[in-house]
């Protein structure tokens, strides 16, 4: 296996967009109750970046997902590994993700988490596939569009690896 990464967005360019996405966030949500809720592992670095940056009150918190025969066909089932452990009732809740492709993990989390009755629910995701999506997700916060290929690195994995490297890019 011989796939060197390519550089897409580079770390400076992602930490002016986060700077950007935290300052919308820090307005709309000021004087409200918020609660961040970062999807493992992949939004990890971006969560923790993208925290620190936001200048209001946020609770922090984490969920996991696994999918099986993949969230990658409509027929995936996806699973709970480790739900939030925050209360949400009467908060406003932020999904915090990495990457939106298909769509299925984020429609099945919305809806998971919405029985947990927060007062609103949105999703902030770093990166945006739209040419594989199967089902509509609303992103009321989103860094940058990417092509039709696979993204490594800023939290992103290839089995598991790179995604120590502080930039994003393609595997060619
Ligand atoms: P989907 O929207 O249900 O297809 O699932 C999105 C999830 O698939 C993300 O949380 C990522 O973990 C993973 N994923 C999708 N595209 C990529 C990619 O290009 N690189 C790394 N992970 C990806
Ligand atoms: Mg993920």
Known sequence: ???????LIGSARIKRKIKD?????????KGKKLVLVGILKGAFVFMADLAR????????????????????????????????DLPVVGKHVLLVEDIIDYGYTMKYLLKFLKVKKPKSIRVCALLDKPARREVEVPIAYKGFDVPDSFVVGYGLDFAEKMRNLPDISTLR
């Open 21 to 29: 996405l935290a300052r919308q966030i820090s307005r709309d949500y």
């Open 53 to 84: 940056e936001i200048t209001i009150p946020v609770e922090v918190d984490f969920i996991q997902v696994a999918s099986y025969g993949a969230s990658r066909t409509s027929s995936g089932v996806i699973k709970i590994k480790k739900d939030i």
């Open 1 to 7: 296996m011989d796939r060197k990464p390519k550089t």
